[in-house]
């Protein structure tokens, strides 16, 4: 059986090599569009060869969770300074509060966001991390497509943060595509989970975590280390042929193991059974998701019996946002995984987020005059990517 299980796995990889097309200048990364449509669907199908039902998906996943954690240097206990929370600038809104928070990461790096909270709670809240992607201003935590996200779903009843990615917004201790980006960030999101599962109304077992672009993949990636994240919405990111085109997505090789090759379409899948939404579009590198890496991970999921679990929806005339569309659907998705109240947010049946505030984003700046970034924060690039080592 081990001789049958080192065949398949060396078939694999000898498959995958003659499809990949690699940076020469590191040919263990699989980055941007590593494949062709094409290459990346057949792909699919090679790595499907090597399961067949749950125990042997499991071992699969397995490999692949081992890969990641190996591929970005992550050990599996971390070395995290004391959170030591500053939390400032409440301001009361429509339905829903915003606070600035910045919390300590690892030793010496701030992750810094937005609490977004329902006016008057009762009992237990679902918390929500809300990721972003790249935008050229660099303050996608900030904009109104956030904003909106974010609001609404406090609305709704949840505790929301959102917070930037390195370089980002206030997290300028660094540049964004550092070497270690991909190893930081994830870091930083284990840290906001820590965050959030500490605040006492939060109901620990009603966690998701959604995002957009770079912000999906750091949705999936938590998602398959995290078992704390119990819900999932990836938007506009699973693809079985484009792996993330930033160092903070793969700059790290997370994909390319000397046991196995994969893709974020098994990454993503590692969500099974938990549920998981895929929201896709017609004008990226998600266009094929309804055809192509749908029905994959649909197959592991009804290894579990959890066919139920997962979703896709597919707007075809769209592009490469969180738009409007896109955050109607994951609201719809997570009201119903996470037990929140849509009906707060309708109006005549449909979503109404014109109660939302939109704030400027000096009022939602976490590092001010007023409340400076700590004097222990490590700054620069080197000495950021020191602190990972």
Same mark, same amino acid.
């Given at each position: ?111 810094? %966001? ?20 790249? %935008? ?49 960030q994830t870091l930083n999101s284990i840290r906001v989970l820590d965050f959030l599962t500490s605040l006492p109304d939060i109901d620990t077992e009603r966690i998701g975590v959604t995002g957009e672009s770079g912000g999906g993949t750091q949705t999936f990636l938590l998602t398959a280390l995290d078992s704390r994240v119990k819900v999932a919405a990836p938007v506009v990111m699973v693809s079985a042929y484009f792996f993330g085109g930033c160092t903070c997505e793969s700059g790290m090789p997370i994909h390319k193991r000397p046991t196995h090759q994969t893709s974020n379409v098994e990454i993503a899948a590692l969500t099974a059974p938990r549920p998981l939404l895929l929201i896709s579009d017609g004008k990226d590198w998600t266009k094929n998701t309804p055809e192509v890496e749908y029905p994959y991970i ?6 579990? %019996? ?84």
């Amino acid at each position: 059986m081990k001789a049958r299980i080192v065949f398949v796995i060396c078939t694999v990889l000898g498959t995958i090599s003659a499809l990949a097309q690699p940076n020469p200048d590191r040919p263990d990364l699989c980055q941007g569009a590593y494949f062709t449509e094409a290459q990346g669907a057949e792909a699919l199908q090679t790595f499907a060869k090597t399961y067949h039902d749950r125990a042997t998906w499991e071992t699969r996943a397995a490999m692949i969770r081992k890969g990641i954690r190996e591929g970005m240097q992550l050990p599996d206990k971390p070395k995290f300074a004391p959170l030591q929370p500053v939390r400032h600038g409440l301001r009361k809104m429509n339905g829903y509060t915003v606070e600035n928070v910045a919390f300590e990461s690892v030793p010496g790096f701030f992750v810094t %966001g937005n609490l977004y909270r329902p006016v008057n709670p009762t009992g237990k809240m679902a918390g929500i991390l809300c990721t972003h992607g790249h %935008g050229a201003d660099q303050n996608n935590r900030l904009m109104e497509y956030t904003q909106q996200r974010c609001a609404t779903l406090a609305r709704m009843g949840a505790t929301v943060f959102a917070y930037d990615m390195i370089g980002y917004g206030d997290s300028k201790q660094c540049t964004h595509k550092i070497p270690g980006a991909l190893k930081l960030q994830t870091l930083n999101s284990i840290r906001v989970l820590d965050f959030l599962t500490s605040l006492p109304d939060i109901d620990t077992e009603r966690i998701g975590v959604t995002g957009e672009s770079g912000g999906g993949t750091q949705t999936f990636l938590l998602t398959a280390l995290d078992s704390r994240v119990k819900v999932a919405a990836p938007v506009v990111m699973v693809s079985a042929y484009f792996f993330g085109g930033c160092t903070c997505e793969s700059g790290m090789p997370i994909h390319k193991r000397p046991t196995h090759q994969t893709s974020n379409v098994e990454i993503a899948a590692l969500t099974a059974p938990r549920p998981l939404l895929l929201i896709s579009d017609g004008k990226d590198w998600t266009k094929n998701t309804p055809e192509v890496e749908y029905p994959y991970i649909k197959t592991v999921y009804g290894f579990y %019996g959890a066919n139920d679990k997962v979703e896709n929806v597919h707007l075809p005339a769209e592009g490469h946002d969180y738009g409007p569309n896109k955050r109607a659907t994951a609201y719809r998705f997570l009201a119903k995984n996470l037990k929140l109240d849509l009906n707060k947010v309708l109006r005549n049946g449909q979503i109404d987020e014109s109660p939302n505030t939109i704030l400027e984003p000096v009022a939602l700046q976490v590092f001010t005059t007023e409340h400076p970034r700590p004097n222990r924060a490590v700054v620069g690039d080197e000495a950021v990517a020191a602190l990972l080592k």
